[in-house]
Nanobody, 112 residues
């Protein structure tokens, strides 16, 4: 069992930046995939970014060029650097590990 805790959410102006962190309760060396999802009110949860143990990354088209996912296996932490934020980025952001472990989420609100 892996427990994930997100942090770093908040309220920012459009064009601003936030850095989300996801700390795992156990070593993530054994976790192949770690990713970030988001869910806006009334919308389905969607994949934002994924990072593999080997460092390969993938992003949703809507965030390419603006968001960067990174993984620090030694610190059992995955990050999501979000730049040039837009109001449509407003959502609860969730950390995920190997598609079966979820964090509680952290709210990101981007004002116009």
């Amino acid at each position: 069992q892996v427990q994930l805790v997100e942090s770093g959410g908040g309220l920012v102006q459009a064009g601003g930046s936030l850095r989300l962190s996801c700390a795992a309760s156990t070593s993530i060396f054994s976790i192949t995939y770690m990713g970030w999802y988001r869910q806006a009110p009334g919308k389905q949860r969607e994949l934002v970014a994924v990072c593999t143990f080997g460092g390969s990354t993938n992003y949703a088209d809507s965030v390419k060029g603006r968001f960067t996912i990174s993984r620090d296996n030694a610190r059992n932490t995955v990050y999501l650097q979000m730049n040039s934020l837009k109001p449509e980025d407003t959502a609860v952001y969730y950390c995920n590990a190997d598609d079966i472990h979820w964090g509680q989420g952290t709210q990101v609100t981007v004002s116009s």
